[in-house]
């Protein structure tokens, strides 16, 4: 299969995108997590603490969202780019990752009840934000749609797309769902479960699907059916970071200081040239 030129641009640094409130806990103790709300700027405990105490990462992740996360069966284990990378920020830790496989419809509640961090492609929007922290951004990322390559030019605007004729695709809960249901008023939108979706696309039992730019270019590249239609000139604009305990200063301040360093020394080179290939190309701020 030939392999596209891909580029993946980092976003512009959130250090700390810091939301007033108290977070909720995870499985570690309910008083460490408070402290993390509350007193990590005077000094009180934090979630980091607690997970160097008990040697445990509780890590959220939805397993079904390739080239960021993906569960193998087969193998009984994940694999993906921010798999790669919280794994990494476990050793640098010294701890072990316990995974809390959860969905796009679960991933809030699944995350303030049971985990310390959630990974896997996660966009950063004002809903999430009113509940968590988010790590500074790894990618800027945008909307973009992807069908099948005959039918690029038919796809190309909103307006398009929008259209009781045309069947938009997509997994439910997440960002893709919200951008159709506001942008496709009037298509024909359908779920599907996100780890065949895009063989229902290419079978040519959906017109279009509307999703990450990151995404479509990692899926142009595994079906040779499928074709991004504007992967230069997304819909919109976003950036995707880690899901972190709201109100933990300290903790997210570790989490920002360990990516920085990652974005910069190869190790983001290395965990995203697997899935996108060796000439990609990051822009880091």
């Known amino acids: 299969m030939i392999r596209r030129h891909v580029t993946v641009l980092t976003g512009t640094a959130l250090a700390g995108l810091l939301v007033s409130g108290c977070g909720g806990a995870g499985s570690h103790d309910s008083e460490s997590a408070e402290g993390g709300a509350e007193g990590a700027e005077t000094g009180g405990d934090s979630r980091l603490d607690a997970v160097l105490e008990e040697g445990v990462l509780d890590v959220c992740t939805t397993g079904d969202y390739p080239p960021f996360t ?149 899926v142009a590249n595994e079906y040779e059916e499928l074709c991004a239609v504007n992967p230069d000139e997304p819909f919109d604009y976003f950036e995707k970071a880690y899901m972190l305990p709201r109100g933990d200063t300290v903790f997210a301040h570790y989490v920002d200081q360990w990516l920085t360093m990652s974005l910069h020394d190869g190790t983001y080179h290395e965990a995203t040239s697997e899935w996108f290939g060796d000439d990609v190309e990051i822009e880091v701020p």
């Not at 065949?196 to 509307?210: H, K, P, Q, R, S």
């Open 70 to 218: 993906e569960y193998d069966e087969e193998a009984d284990e994940y694999e993906g780019i921010d798999i790669d990378m919280v794994r990494g920020l476990a050793e640098e830790m010294g701890v072990e990752i316990e995974w809390v496989r959860t969905s796009w419809d679960d991933l809030m509640d699944d995350y303030l009840a049971d985990c310390d961090i959630a990974v896997g492609g996660i966009s950063i929007n004002a809903d999430r934000a009113q509940q968590v922290f988010f790590s500074r951004p790894l990618m800027a990322d945008g909307k973009t749609p992807i069908t099948r390559c005959e039918n690029v030019d038919d796809y190309r605007t909103i307006d398009q797309i929008n259209d009781p004729e045309v069947t938009s695709i997509m997994p439910s809960g997440g960002t893709n769902q919200i951008f159709a249901e506001e942008h496709y008023p009037e298509g024909n939108l359908v779920t599907h479960d996100n780890l065949t979706i895009f063989d229902e696309l290419a079978e040519g039992n959906a017109d279009v699907m509307t999703t990450d730019r990151s995404e479509v270019l990692w």
